[in-house]
């Protein structure tokens, strides 16, 4: 499956952004998704994951009550809505797809994951 992120760019703190995911070559349906990111000289990490169905998902404490992750397997596409953006979301934001079993421990492991995005770059700054 190819992956390909978009909606990323220059924010200022406080503000919202709508990052999206679309996957091709397979079906959408049979991947657990996440999202992930970098910043300059830190190690990747987890930001979100969702099950196939999108019944179940799970977030990074960072996050948690201000990023929504969603999924529309019709359209092959996986969402991550960012507000109250902080400066430390600065990062490059990578989705990636997982083949295997669902738990939320699972989700949270970039090692889980058999596929990923180029990334797109999000920038909080004032």
């Known amino acids: 499956v190819q992956l390909v992120e978009s909606g990323g760019g220059l924010v200022q703190p406080g503000d919202s952004l709508r990052l999206s995911c679309a996957a091709s070559g397979r079906t959408l349906g049979n991947y657990v998704m996440g999202w992930f990111r970098q910043a300059p000289g830190k190690e990747r990490e987890f930001v979100a994951a969702i099950s196939r169905s999108g019944s179940s998902t799970t977030y990074a404490d960072s996050v948690k009550g201000r990023f929504t992750i969603s999924r529309e397997n019709a359209k092959s596409t996986v969402m991550l809505q960012m507000n109250s953006l902080k400066p430390e979301d600065t990062a490059v934001y990578y989705c990636?797809?997982?083949?295997?079993?669902?738990?939320?421990?699972?989700?949270?492991?970039?090692?889980?994951?058999?596929?990923w995005g180029q990334g797109t770059q999000v920038t909080v700054s004032s």
């Open positions: 990636a797809a997982d083949f295997g079993g669902w738990t939320p421990f699972q989700g949270s492991r970039a090692r889980s994951y058999d596929y």
